[in-house]
C-alpha cells in the first residue's frame, strides 16, 4: 500500500463525519462512499446467460444451445470481439451514469469500472495486456465537461489490472450530434471523418488487442466506427466494454443480479448502514 493510500485510509472517517456515505440513486445510507443501498443494487439489470456468442445479448431462454448467435449478428456478423456489458441500461443504471457523468459524482468511476471489470474475460497467461482505449470526446465538449467519462472508467480498468491505458489512441476530430433518433445512413453520415486514429498513436497498436471503453453503449453506431479504425490500424481484435448497454427487449428477461452474499459488501460497499 503507498502512502496515499494510507493517507485516504486514514482520512476517510472524517469524510464520512462530514458526507455520510449515500447511495447515489437513491440517497439512502450505505456502508462506504461509492457504494450502493441493497434496494438499488437489487434493482440493477445484469445480462444473463445464455447469451448471443458473437456479441452478449441475453436471449431470455434456456433451452438456446451454447455457441448461439442472435438474429442481428446472423445478419450482419460484427467486427468486434464481444460487448462485455456490466448492466443493461434500465432506470437504476440511467440514474447512475446521470449522476457519473452530469452530476458531477466522478467518485462513482471506480465502483463502475469494477461492475465492467467483473465481465471482462480473463487474458491467456503470456499474451500482452489489451489497449484500453476510451471512446473519445471532442475537445469543445471535453472543455465544457471538464473530462472524459469513458476515459476515467478506462483509468479504473488499468488499475484493476484489465490492460493498458492508451487514453489518445483514438481522436474525435469533429464534433456529432446525438445519435439516438437517426436511422443508420444518417448515424454514417454524422459520423464519417469524426473519428481517427492518433497519428502519434500508431505505434502502439499493431497485433494488440483493444477494449474499447465507454459509459453507455446505444445504438452501436460509434463503437462500430471506432472498432473498424483500431482494425485497420492493424488492432489483432477489438472488445467493447460498457458500463450500460440499451437493449429494451433483454429486460424482459430474468434479472441476474446476484443476491447481497458475504462479497457483494466488499466489492460495492452494499452492506446496510444505520
Partial sequence: MTIGSHIAQGLTPLIDLIYPPRCPICGESVAQQGGLCSSCWSELVLPSEPACASCGRPFGSDVISQGSQCAPCLANPPRHAGISAATLYNDPSRRLVLAFKHGGKLGLAPMLARLIAARLPERDEGDPPPL???????????????????ALLARELEKAGKGELAVDLLIRRKPTPSLGGLGRKARERALKGALAINPRRTGLIANRDVTLV???????????ASVALLLKAGARSVRIACFARVLEEALNAPRTAPALDTETPEVLGTSGAT
Fill in 214 to 224: 465507454d459509459d453507455v453503449l446505444t445504438s452501436g453506431a460509434t463503437s462500430d
Fill in 132 to 150: 484500453l482505449v476510451p471512446v473519445p470526446l471532442h475537445r469543445w465538449r471535453l472543455w465544457k465537461r471538464g473530462f472524459n467519462q469513458a
